[in-house]
């Protein structure tokens, strides 16, 4: 099947949604994609998909670093607050995130910290 893409009156070019290269960009970051493959699909040129992806990276970096700020605070001898089963041991990283707040225990599976920050990154 052929797909065609008819441009009427005076524009010449096709403008892409916040929306819709949102949506290119998160499919572009799946397992196993191929950018080439959802360009296609999604009848965009691959050379703006990779500026697309450039500029989002460029954004999200914090001062061009592309590393984020991480505030550590003073160690406490009190008990935790969580219940025991959830309480994190001594050598934990906490993730303050404008949603929720995470707190990994460094014995954690690495599969299981990834899936975690991966559903609270959506």
């Avoid at 892409?16 to 949506?23: G, K, Q």
């Avoid at 965009?44 to 670093?65: E, F, P």
């Amino acid at each position: 099947m052929v797909r065609m893409t008819v441009i009427t009156g005076g524009e010449r070019r096709r403008r892409w949604s916040a929306a819709d290269r949102s949506r290119i960009l998160a499919a572009i970051s799946e397992p196993g994609a191929i950018i080439a493959d959802v360009a296609r699909r999604e009848d965009v040129c691959t050379s703006l998909v990779y500026k697309w992806r450039r500029a989002a990276q460029q954004d999200r970096d914090v001062g061009g670093s592309g590393f984020s700020p991480v505030i550590v605070g003073p160690a406490t001898d009190a008990a935790p607050t969580l219940a025991p089963a959830l309480a994190c041991g001594p050598a934990s990283v906490e993730i303050d995130l404008p949603h929720a707040r995470v707190k990994i225990d460094a014995s954690a599976p690495v599969a299981l910290v990834v899936a975690t920050l991966k559903a609270l990154r959506s």
